[in-house]
């Protein structure tokens, strides 16, 4: 029971982030990164966001990081879309920012025939005490706090509806029916490799959320 409790609050406090990092934003419309920050934005989140890229600047109006360990004071959570051999290192770096979880959208793991990496990054996440979400998804979206973490669609009808898939593609196709439809969403839970946390914690999170009256 600890246990489950210790979950449901660790994705409460995921999707009450008011600080979010975009590790691998891009100034390139064409990629995830520019997407993902696009979609941040666009969902109309009200915490700060913090896109990090190497070469600094400014995408999309937002000042651009070098590093996470260039963000000002400490870190909710983390979005990370860098190659796979990258992500170890990033969530490293946002463990001493104090993440308490992150959003991984990057592929090329053990789906790519990489189990090792995947590996790697559950070895992490234990050391750290960090939870996690994908990796290889295309995203979340939790409309009580606008967080709008996935490449697409952006979704602002809110609503009684909860949804948990696999499938990005399943993901993103109810939730622009239920938004079409007038119904709307309370969250959209894309799972992909999910080697932390999987639907049966979402299930337990969102029997609890009053925000959501039915979970698809």
């Known amino acids: 029971m600890a246990e489950i409790e210790g979950t449901v609050e660790a994705i409460k406090k ?15 419309p064409k990629k995830f990164g520019y997407m993902t920050l696009n979609s941040l934005l666009k969902g109309g989140y009200e915490g700060k966001i913090f ?37 170890p290192g990033a969530l ?8 308490s979880g992150a959003i991984i959208l990057s592929g090329g793991f053990r789906e790519a025939g990489r189990p090792d990496l995947e590996a790697e990054i559950v070895a992490v996440s234990k050391q750290q005490g960090i939870r996690l979400m994908g990796p290889n998804i295309q995203g979340i979206n939790y409309l009580p706090n606008k967080l709008c973490a996935m490449f697409f669609p952006v979704i602002k009808t809110r609503g009684p509806l909860a949804i948990v898939s696999q499938s990005g593609t399943h993901t993103a196709a109810l939730s622009e029916w239920a938004a ?7 969250a959209a839970i894309n799972l992909g490799n999910q080697v932390d946390l999987c639907e049966s914690d979402y ?13 698809v």
């Open 51 to 87: 896109p990090i890229n190497p070469k600094g600047g400014e995408i999309l109006g937002v000042r651009v990081y070098p590093s996470i360990r260039d963000i000002p004071g400490k870190l909710d959570l983390a979005v990370i879309i860098v190659p796979a051999k990258l992500v």
């Open 180 to 186: 079409d439809e007038g119904l709307g969403i309370s």
């Open 14 to 28: 995921m999707f009450s982030a008011r600080s979010v990092a975009v590790v691998g934003a891009s100034a390139d």
């Open 92 to 99: 490293a770096e946002a463990a001493e920012k104090g993440i």
């Open 203 to 215: 299930l337990e999170f969102f029997a609890r959320d009053e925000n959501t009256k039915t979970i």
